[in-house]
């Protein structure tokens, strides 16, 4: 880390030209999110946020994938409701929900970077940033109906207004990878480059923003959370209730031990 003055477990942060690089890395696990990586992806944010060196923010994976979601062995941190299933309201609410709130929030251009696969909340944070570059193997995945689940982390808002209600009813519904030039074509997402000059291309257009008029970009980014946001605080909340009631199914269950063992899981509809 370089001139950051802050060390975190599972998210390494670099500053250089006035961009903040913020890299998801739990590399073993293809950056799945755990208690501590909640943790730490938030305060990276909030110290990028308050950084005035900090210009423009570029979030990336380390190793193979951007992130492949929840980490199953840790999808509550432990937090379970009175019936003795995962909490994952309160994980959604006060762990992942900030993070998103404070990308759509910082006054700064995000950009993603998207290396490998981004799945479940994982794809939610590519999703919430403001451009998205990804390389020609990534590919995209809202991979929570697989696991009797249903889309979190904002994506039930950040899909449709991207690329509309039909497309955005069939990647959540039919849980297939979206490969990153059917993204583009999508319009899911602004660029794609190929692989060896991901990291590359990334940082030049975030430091192509951070020489720009910042002012500008923080003005454009309240009119489109305006527009388009306005209700995300609502919708959150609406996406935590109803994964509560999807983790006290016998679906989930079914699912994660299915997905953890894997083979193909047999879904009751209960």
């Given at each position: 880390?370089?001139?950051t003055?802050?060390?975190?477990?599972t998210?390494?942060?670099?500053?250089?030209?006035?961009?903040?690089?913020?890299?998801l890395?739990?590399?073993?696990?293809?950056?799945?999110?755990?208690v501590?990586f909640?943790?730490d992806?938030?305060?990276?944010?909030?110290?990028?946020?308050?950084?005035?060196?900090?210009?423009?923010?570029?979030?990336?994976?380390?190793?193979?994938?951007?992130?492949s979601?929840?980490?199953?062995?840790?999808?509550?941190?432990?937090d379970?409701?009175?019936?003795?299933?995962?909490?994952?309201y309160?994980?959604?609410?006060?762990?992942?929900?900030?993070?998103?709130?404070?990308?759509r929030?910082?006054?700064?251009?995000?950009?993603a970077?998207?290396?490998?696969?981004?799945?479940?909340?994982?794809?939610?944070?590519?999703?919430?940033s403001?451009?998205?570059?990804?390389?020609?193997?990534?590919y995209?995945?809202?991979?929570?109906?697989?696991?009797g689940?249903?889309?979190?982390g904002?994506s039930?808002?950040f899909?449709?207004?991207r690329?509309?209600?039909t497309?955005?009813?069939?990647?959540?519904m039919l849980?297939?990878?979206?490969?990153?030039?059917?993204?583009?074509?999508?319009?899911?997402?602004n660029?794609?480059?190929?692989?060896e000059?991901?990291?590359a291309?990334?940082?030049?257009?975030?430091?192509?923003?951070?020489?720009g008029?910042?002012?500008?970009?923080?003005?454009?980014k309240?009119?489109?959370?305006?527009?388009?946001?306005s209700?995300?605080?609502?919708?959150?909340?609406?996406?935590a209730?109803?994964?509560?009631e999807m983790?006290?199914?016998?679906?989930?269950?079914?699912?994660?031990?299915a997905?953890?063992?894997k083979?193909?899981?047999?879904?009751s509809?209960?």
């Amino acid at each position: 880390m370089s001139g950051t003055g802050i060390a975190l477990e599972t998210v390494n942060v670099e500053v250089a030209e006035g961009v903040a690089t913020v890299e998801l890395n739990r590399p073993e696990t293809l950056n799945a999110w755990n208690v501590q990586f909640g943790a730490d992806l938030l305060a990276a944010l909030a110290h990028v946020a308050s950084e005035d060196a900090v210009r423009a923010v570029l979030i990336t994976g380390a190793g193979r994938g951007f992130s492949s979601g929840a980490d199953l062995r840790d999808v509550s941190g432990g937090d379970e409701t009175p019936e003795g299933r995962p909490d994952v309201y309160k994980t959604l609410t006060e762990r992942y929900h900030p993070i998103m709130h404070a990308i759509r929030d910082v006054p700064k251009p995000v950009v993603a970077a998207v290396n490998g696969p981004a799945v479940g909340i994982g794809c939610s944070l590519a999703l919430c940033s403001d451009l998205i570059v990804a390389a020609e193997s990534a590919y995209f995945l809202l991979a929570f109906v697989n696991i009797g689940l249903v889309p979190d982390g904002g994506s039930s808002l950040f899909l449709p207004t991207r690329i509309g209600m039909t497309r955005a009813t069939e990647l959540s519904m039919l849980g297939e990878r979206l490969p990153a030039a059917k993204a583009l074509e999508w319009g899911l997402i602004n660029r794609v480059v190929p692989d060896e000059q991901l990291r590359a291309e990334a940082h030049e257009l975030a430091a192509r923003l951070a020489a720009g008029p910042t002012s500008s970009y923080a003005g454009t980014k309240r009119q489109l959370n305006n527009w388009l946001y306005s209700r995300m605080e609502e919708q959150l909340e609406l996406e935590a209730t109803i994964q509560q009631e999807m983790a006290g199914s016998s679906d989930f269950v079914e699912g994660a031990m299915a997905f953890i063992e894997k083979r193909p899981a047999r879904f009751s509809g209960a």
